[in-house]
């Protein structure tokens, strides 16, 4: 149950701030939104409750934009956005 509401909270929040940035909702946001709140809450997910599994969902979802926002301010190449999404999610959610 907890890493369905983290995937699904951190996809949703994803889609929102793709739209409200690029003007409309992507596929690929969907997708790495989704991996994103997986990576999170893995780690975490037999020690949480479902409303901390929906906190982790938010949290993973804003810190690993912003991971994979900087990595592309500073124009570093990373196509799939493991390093923003995984690594980092991960690291949050240990």
Not at 26 to 38: H, M, Q, S, T, Y
Not at 47 to 53: E, I, K, L, R, S
Request: charged share 10%; hydrophobic share 55%.
């Amino acid at each position: 149950v907890n890493s369905e509401i983290a995937a699904s909270v951190a996809l949703f929040l994803w889609l929102v701030i793709d739209w409200i940035r690029n003007g409309r909702p992507g596929l690929v946001g969907l997708c790495v939104g989704a991996i994103a709140g997986l990576a999170t809450v893995t780690p975490a997910a037999g020690f949480v409750q479902p409303w901390g599994a929906l906190v982790l969902g938010v949290v993973a979802t804003v810190l690993c934009y912003c991971c994979c926002e900087m990595l592309k301010h500073f124009g570093l190449d990373d196509a799939l956005d493991v390093w923003g999404v995984h690594g980092m999610g991960g690291f949050i959610g240990s």
